[in-house]
């Protein structure tokens, strides 16, 4: 049994959830997401609003990029559900809250949450203490990334089927990773069933990242480092898509975080914009 601070969620994993929860607390209407179910299951206490990283000023832009790359991948997801699409899996699922959250879109699919066992087996207690419990449909696969463990195999042994399309999602995920490392998780994904497809999340290079934006990138980056998880990883739009290429997907396309403010945020008279240095990679078997 791993010990009690293996079994609660990375820093990551934390800020991420309550920076979804305090948009819908600061931000005003229309919420581009509204969840504060992760904040229940972090359970971080009454001051959590007091936290440097949770200043709703500052860090305004991260919260934006934050919600926004949740909205996107629930409209993918219930865009390919309603394709006919019935896999869902998450890898590096983290407090991710689809499943709770969506339930009438979620209970159509079968969805797979990849973690490290000590973190999900923390999640899993959580989501039966607050009564959500873990339905059928949903399926908690603990993966030793830090031992090399095979992610497919374990998958497989859930019940994933690889000989029908899927949709598999990574975000938040590759920079901490080694190119090596995320090529050959690509390389494993671009495999899978016709009709599969991937949304994965990257990080800019500092000099591609708006000028006003690059203080919180350095900030990000030095946040992670001191917490032990430093970014290790950063592309540009065409590196990725050629790594995409390179591994075998049939079409591949980037969605930037223009892209993105511009469907969520347009018409929003707050000023609330996604900061701009993280961008998605979409590809299709």
Not at 130 to 151: H, Q, T
Not at 250 to 279: I, Q
């Amino acid at each position: 049994m791993a010990d009690e601070q293996t079994q609660t969620p990375d820093n990551t994993a934390v800020r991420t959830a309550l920076w979804r929860a305090m948009h819908l607390q600061v931000d005003p209407p229309p919420h581009v997401v509204e969840d504060e179910i992760g904040l229940h299951l972090a359970g971080p206490g009454d001051d959590w609003r007091d936290r440097p990283d949770m200043d709703p000023r500052a860090t305004s832009g991260f919260r934006a990029a934050i919600v926004a790359r949740a909205r996107f991948i629930e409209d993918l997801i219930a865009e390919q559900a309603d394709r006919g699409v019935t896999q869902y899996v998450i890898l590096g699922a983290g407090l991710d809250t689809f499943a709770e959250r969506k339930p009438e879109l979620a209970s159509r699919l079968r969805i797979f949450e990849v973690d490290q066992p000590g973190p999900q087996a923390w999640k899993r207690h959580r989501l039966v203490e607050l009564g959500y419990g873990i339905p059928d449909w949903l399926r908690l696969v603990p993966v030793d990334f830090e031992a090399n463990a095979s992610w497919a195999e374990q998958l497989a042994a859930a019940g994933f089927d690889s000989g029908r399309p899927a949709v598999i999602v990574s975000t938040g995920v590759t920079m901490y990773l080694t190119k090596d490392a995320t090529a050959a998780t690509l390389c494993q994904i671009a495999g899978l069933a016709p009709g599969s497809t991937l949304a994965m999340t990257f990080l800019l290079p500092t000099e591609l990242v708006d000028v006003a934006d690059r203080p919180g990138l350095r900030a990000s980056e030095e946040g992670a480092r001191q917490s032990g998880t430093p970014f290790i990883s950063f592309y540009t739009p065409q590196e990725m898509l050629a790594l995409a290429k390179e591994a075998g997907f049939k079409d591949v396309r980037h969605v930037s975080g223009v892209l993105l403010a511009e469907r969520y945020f347009a018409d929003r008279t707050d000023g609330l914009r996604p900061s701009s240095g993280e961008n998605l990679l979409i590809a299709t078997t």
